[in-house]
């Protein structure tokens, strides 16, 4: 398993944007999958958006219907960090948001990814 740290959360309006990021300390997320979840009170973890190395610089990128068009996943192995830029933010955004990593390939199903970040919480709402 791998350790993570998520940041960024924070409040923001309806319409607004924030950026979170998900480090691996002492590690590097190169071939690995790194995807995105939201978790509400009483709800099951959801799939908001993933990232899968499939070797060399080519990346597959998949979204949640919800999110298409506003939000973007990305990663900067340099950096060893993977953002994701949520834009247009509306209320059903609202969650703790976390990074989960050590899945197969283009895994969407929280159930299939082994390691996890204590979460970030973010709140949409004037």
């Known amino acids: 398993q791998v350790q993570l740290v998520e940041s960024g959360g924070g409040l923001v309006q309806p319409g607004g944007s924030l950026r979170l990021s998900c480090a691996a300390p002492?590690?590097?997320?190169?071939?690995?999958?790194v995807g995105w979840f939201r978790q509400v009170l009483g709800k099951e973890r959801q799939f908001v958006a993933v990232i899968s190395d499939s070797g060399g610089s080519v990346y597959h990128v998949d979204y949640a219907d919800s999110v298409k068009g506003r939000f973007t996943i990305s990663r900067d192995n340099a950096k060893k960090l993977v953002y994701l830029q949520m834009n247009s933010g509306n209320a059903g955004d609202t969650g703790i948001y976390y990074c989960g990593t050590g899945g197969p390939y283009r895994a969407t199903n929280a159930g299939q990814f082994d390691s996890w970040g204590q979460g970030t919480q973010v709140t949409v709402s004037s």
């Open positions: 002492g590690r590097t997320f190169s071939g690995y999958i």
